[in-house]
């Protein structure tokens, strides 16, 4: 196992084909290995532990046969004699290494699941941690459904490599060296004969960790997709059924389900190929070895008792190779997921923390902190220029209304100000600070940002508002609850706050959740607050009460409003109008309206879909 | 974000004397198809085990015989034996993995394929209980548990207690008394090991459960990241993970515990009964009642009796394993799908046309019992060719209603007629080709914008009527400007398109199979003020032929409608056109303008 582990090579040149789309993220050389080494490096002592428990364990089981031989040779002329000493001794002995081995056993057992429990945390945790720092860009592409196949179909393969391995490996290893030891050393030659035949078996198991390598990186990628596919129908199963999609996605789900089951059968005949052509061989050596000892005793040059022990030793010395090969197999199979973990981890976050923060200057007057864009320019990484070049100053305690055609860069906008991504040039400060220099907590105190998409994690509803801020009292949570009017149809679930969002009576409808998460922000009580569209899903009176929230719980905050409904816009103190990036209309509503510009536009077109 | 509570409707194993044979029996119909293969495979590891019985022999023979005898046609001809042997034991081990290797892959894929199929046929109200991460490991790891029961404890049981018999009828057939002895310890083994199996498959439920949390919330972390970046929760988010992995490495540890005793247990338990038949066998031989040479045969015989016998202890445990991960698989498959009424022949009553709802009443199938119902007695009729407004406070059970009519949900009381027929008649999937709809939430699915747009229509729809269905949505210039136009991939696993954007595509696949019924929820609402009112032109032109029935939140949309019905209290509390509501009503004119306080 000197090998390196299969590493996914380097996306090299222009890929005709994206990386997201194969499930192919590119990992850097030999980051699979050091994956592996990293994880178990912290445990390299237990680990040396649990295979020397394993050895003497072993060597307990093996005086079985011994204590045999012994109670034959001396117990039995010894008890004739009347001296039931040797008896005694034996029956101790037996007693002391059944009792050996089986305590070993347990203590093996225990502490290599604990070595692979603690192995697979950290990998979890890893894996976790890392998904949750990389960008939000990252997560559209990569889909909900490779992560978590990343991090619990992956997970798993690599819990079979622990679990079974250790034990399978260090057997095998002992079993090959003591036994070829002992060959070369009852004969030479029938020594030789079975070192020879490691060559023949040395390339077989090259070509099988080859071939079978390559059938895992298939099939962890053919269960990916399953996932996904699973996954992406349970979430919308509304429209599948609406639609009726039912039987559409069957037979696309037969595909993918098809892809997996192949990959997992081709895994099972490369076993097959590999136990066949490993037997083949063993079972080669073992006559050749025969027929070499049984001529060598012919010439007088081997003596046949020599012969018997070694033709006994002949068959145990081929016994583990099965047990390599499913070593083998559970080992390629994680080399395969942890490649594709390795993948996932080589990613970039977009917006690295900082190591060495700078903080925030203490409030002085208003809650609001000024917003400066310096000379930002931003690009996605796949190309393509949103924000050309960019200067925006907004003062503390400021309401901007950001105004302008889908794609016209409202949204790169509020995302820049969020540090949902970081800008390509120039900077973002916040009180003269660089986003980038603060951590994420002051980061956080500083800058909110509610977006159209108000999901619901599993938990309670009181839960869910306390994502805003983790430390608020009940009492803090229903306030926030009732400055915006949600409190009442909160009060009347279930279990009021305490309703789980998935359980008994917990649903919760498209405005209503709007609401919990203005709460959360409410909670949050940001310096700056980034209101993306958030209240589309809203009615005219649910859109009051956010206004007024806006206007008494967080008066004096710096907010960024990106909304359709002028009437949002209408109590703005700054109307920023934005097409293809730029800026091309700033002002008081007042004065725009006035103005024949874009703004009036749109102004009188919502005032024309009030009418009625 | 909040993994205390594991989202698991049925997460505890109710019945305490759930048997794990009476679980895995479960899986024969899906073994059926294959069984003869898999049985083949069985017989053919029980020939081949027997097969690595007979190579020893025949060393023991070439020893004795032959090369004892200096014979070298002797030796050649028991080398030949040998590599014959030899060549047939690694054909017949490759031969039986070659027979299982597709069938188990199929089974697996087979229970996986029944499981997606049954999931989407459940009621709505099902995936609303269950969340997906759960449902999704019942998917993955569950099932590949199953393969791995199939493939290996399950052949290997049987080969090791054929095994384990035949070398106890060899056992005392050498010698019945010390036999005996060696069968001493099998009756505490087997109250042992039926402990550890209830015990084991306790742990072993809960194991699968959290893993089904730690999904859950794998999930939940990539659907809210926006959330959780929004509010810099990236960390307690991991905290959260974190307590969760550690609960399920507590269990897992727990698992471990168990294994280990009870493999200490077997491996001490035979020793013990194999030493005190080598200290009475070497007695009985020293009192010359016993020969040496019996004593050995016996004492080897036992003695490779040891692994078939070790193995029983991680071969029960992976079929416990199994065995639970079985019942988690049918907790799924035994909820019931929804009955279709099919009745063909449908019941075309001379009633009036459009849509009529007639005291409809509605509660979740799961809402407490003192819990007033959602709807309660609601009585309307969109005449046809009419398009009607909805309106309401939230959580009045807008979506709630406009859910009845394609029956996503069933209504619990009254009934609802279309064109003077009974929806509960009606069979479902010719009910949603005649009623289409556009939810609050535009979900688009992993394929081209085309093919999300034409799932709205039949199979012979085209170019020409996405095209008008894009043009309606206002869609057609965005789309137009996408890479590669309408056959741009988008969706999860695509193109992330605005908020907007997935609307206007939501709303093209609600009206691009011209249905006859329509049904809009608020379908406006992420679309700025120019794009609205060139989709409302748009959109008249749709309604005029359709019946129609639109959830609206302002008066934008409600200018959309003929009349407005506005809903209040589970009933229709008025109905009308926008104007007279608005001086009838002043809840709605609360609704409509958000001013009019005193209604508060």
């Known amino acids: 196992m000197t090998e390196t582990l299969p590493e996914q090579k380097p996306a090299d040149g222009a890929p005709p084909s994206d990386p997201f789309d194969q499930d192919d993220l590119p990992a850097p050389h030999g980051a699979t290995g050091a994956l592996l080494r990293s994880l178990l490096s912290a445990h390299r002592t237990r680990v040396a532990c649990a295979a020397l428990v394993l050895l003497v364990k072993e060597a307990a089981v093996q005086a079985g046969p011994l204590l045999v031989a012994y109670a034959i040779d001396r117990g039995v002329p010894a008890f004739r004699a009347g001296d039931h000493g040797p008896v005694v001794a034996v029956a101790l002995g037996y007693l002391l290494c059944a009792a050996l081995s089986g305590l070993l056993q347990y203590v093996f057992v225990r502490g290599a699941a604990r070595v692979n429990q603690d192995v697979l945390l950290d990998l979890r945790g890893r894996i976790f941690r890392h998904a949750q720092v990389l960008s939000v860009d990252f997560h559209e592409r990569y889909t909900s459904g490779r992560l978590i196949s990343r991090a619990t179909t992956d997970v798993e393969s690599l819990r079979e490599l622990l679990s079974e391995g250790l034990q399978e490996l260090v057997g095998v290893v002992l079993s090959f060296l003591s036994i070829s030891l002992v060959l070369l050393w009852l004969d030479l030659g029938v020594g030789a004969v079975a070192v020879v035949s490691f060559a023949p078996l040395y390339l077989l198991i090259r070509s099988y960790r080859r071939r079978v390598g390559e059938v895992y990186t298939h099939r962890s990628t053919a269960i990916a997709g399953v996932i996904v596919k699973f996954a992406e129908t349970m979430n919308g199963i509304r429209p599948v059924r609406a639609f009726r999609r039912e039987e559409a996605n069957d037979a696309e789900f037969a595909v993918l389900n098809r892809r997996h089951e192949h990959s997992n059968g081709d895994a099972l005949l490369e076993m097959a190929r590999y136990v066949v052509g490993s037997r083949l061989v063993a079972n080669t050596a073992v006559a050749g070895m025969c027929l070499w000892g049984a001529y060598r005793v012919a010439d007088g040059s081997l003596e046949l008792g020599v012969l018997a022990a070694a033709v006994l030793y002949m068959r145990r010395l081929y016994d583990p190779i099965d047990r390599l090969g499913m070593f083998l197999n559970s080992y ?82 509020a995302k820049l100000l969020a540090r949902f991504y970081d800008p390509t040039e120039g900077r973002v400060l916040l009180d003269g600070v660089d986003l980038r220099d603060l951590t994420t907590p002051d980061l956080r105190r500083g800058v909110v940002m509610v977006t159209q998409e108000a999901f619901l994690f599993s938990g309670t509803v009181a839960e869910n508002i306390a994502i805003g801020r983790p430390d608020a009292t009940r009492d803090e949570i229903e306030a926030a609850a009732k400055a915006i009017g949600a409190h009442d149809f909160i009060a009347n679930l279930p279990d009021g706050y305490d309703t789980d969002v998935r359980k008994r009576g917990g649903r919760i409808s498209a405005g209503q959740r709007q609401l919990v998460a203005f709460a959360r922000a409410l909670l949050a009580d940001p310096a700056v607050l980034i209101l993306d569209e958030a209240t589309s899903s809203l009615d005219v009176p649910g859109e009051r009460a956010v206004q007024q929230a806006m206007d008494t719980v967080l008066a004096g905050r710096t907010a960024v409003v990106i909304a359709h409904r002028l009437s949002t816009v209408e109590v703005a103190d700054r109307v920023l109008v934005m097409d293809s990036g730029r800026i091309v209309e700033d002002g008081t509503p007042q004065t725009l309206v006035t103005a024949d510009g874009h703004y009036a536009g749109l102004h009188q077109a919502w005032r024309d879909s009030l009418v009625g | 974000m909040m993994p205390e509570m594991p989202v698991n409707p049925a997460s505890a194993p109710k019945s305490p004397e759930r048997s794990a044979v009476r679980v895995l029996l479960r899986l024969w119909p899906y073994v059926r198809p294959v069984r003869g293969r898999w049985l083949g495979a069985a017989v053919v590891a029980v020939v081949a085990s027997c097969l690595s019985l007979v190579i020893p022999l025949v060393l023991k023979w070439m020893v004795d015989g032959p090369v004892a005898e200096r014979d070298p046609g002797g030796v050649w001809r028991g080398a030949l034996y040998l590599l014959l042997l030899g060549v047939a034991e690694a054909l017949l081990f490759g031969f039986r993995r070659w027979l299982v290797a597709r069938p188990l892959s199929a089974v697996e894929a087979g229970m996986r394929a029944d499981l997606y199929r049954r999931l989407q046929r459940l009621p709505i109200a099902f995936h609303d209980r269950w969340a997906s991460g759960q449902l999704l490991s019942r998917g993955t790891t569950d099932l590949m548990l199953v393969r791995m029961f199939l493939a290996f404890p399950l052949t290997f049981l049987l080969v090791n207690g054929v095994t384990i018999l035949a070398g106890y009828v060899l056992l005392i057939a050498q010698d019945w008394s010390l036999g005996l002895v060696l069968l001493t310890p099998v009756l505490p083994l087997v109250i042992v090991c039926s402990m550890f199996e209830t015990r084991y498959g306790t742990v072993a439920r809960r194991a699968q459960d959290q893993v089904g949390d730690l999904t859950t919330v794998v999930e939940e972390s990539v659907l809210g990241i926006r959330i959780v970046k929004g509010f810099g ?167 709630t209603l406009t859910a009845l009519v394609p029956r996503l949900h069933e209504a619990t009381g009254g009934r609802i007629l279309l064109d003077g027929e009974d929806i509960a008649l009606m069979e479902r999937a010719r009910l949603r080709t005649l009623v289409s709809m556009a939810f609050e939430e535009p979900t688009l699915f992993s394929a081209s914008v085309g093919e999300n747009v034409l799932m709205g229509a039949g199979e012979t729809a085209a170019e020409p009527e996405l095209e008008r269905a ?40 609600a009206v691009v199979g011209r249905p006859r019924f329509l049904i809009l929820d608020d379908p406006l609402s992420a679309l700025d003020v120019h794009t609205e009112a060139r989709v409302e032109a748009a959109l008249r032109e749709v309604l005029r032929e359709t019946t129609a029935l639109v959830v609206a939140h302002r008066p934008s949309t409600v200018m959309l409608a003929d009349r407005v019905a506005l809903l209040s209290r589970g009933r229709i509390a008025a109905v009308g056109t926008h104007q007279e509501l608005l001086r009838s009503s002043q809840e709605y004119a609360w609704l409509m303008s958000g001013e009019n306080q005193e209604k508060r």
């Open chain 2, 233 to 399: 929760r990236h960390r307690s988010q991991a905290e959260s993970f974190r307590a969760l992995s550690e609960r399920l490495r507590g269990t897992e540890l727990v698992k471990a515990r168990l294994l280990a005793m009870i493999w200490a247990v077997i491996t001490v338990v035979p020793e013990l009964a194999i030493g005190a038949a080598l200290v009475l066998g070497t007695v009985q031989v020293a009192d010359g009642d016993l020969s040496a040479g019996t004593l050995v045969a016996f004492l080897s015989t036992a003695l490779a009796l040891r692994w078939p016998v070790e193995s029983i202890g991680f071969l029960l445990a992976m079929s416990q394993e199994a065995a639970t991960a079985t019942e988690r698989y049918f907790e799924v498959m035994d909820a019931e799908e929804e009955p279709d009424t099919a009745s063909p022949t449908a019941s075309t009553e001379d009633g009036p046309g459009g849509v009529r709802f007639e005291g409809v009443t509605f509660r979740y199938p799961d809402a407490p019992d003192d819990a007033p119902p959602v709807l309660d007695g609601v009585d309307l009729h969109i005449r046809p060719g009419e398009t009607l407004a909805l309106v309401g406070g939230t959580g009045s059970g807008k979506t």
């Open chain 1, 332 to 413: 390629e199979s994680a080399a395969a997921s942890l490649a594709k973990i390795a993948g996932l981890l080589a990613q970039e976050p977009g917006v690295p923390e900082t190591t060495t923060p700078l903080s925030l200057p203490r409030r002085t007057g208003t809650p609001g902190r000024q917003v400066v864009f310096d000379g930002v320019r931003f690009a996605y990484r796949t190309g393509g220029e949103v924000l050309p070049r960019f200067d925006l100053t907004i003062p503390a305690g400021q309401t901007v209304a950001v105004v302008g055609a889908t794609g016209a860069g409202k949204s790169t906008l």
């Open chain 2, 470 to 509: 894009l043009g309606v949505a206002q869609a057609d210039g965005f789309v137009g400007r996408l890479p590669e136009g309408s056959a741009t991939q988008v969706g999860e696993q695509g193109l992330s398109l605005s908020g907007g954007q997935r609307q206007r595509l939501a709303l093209a696949r």
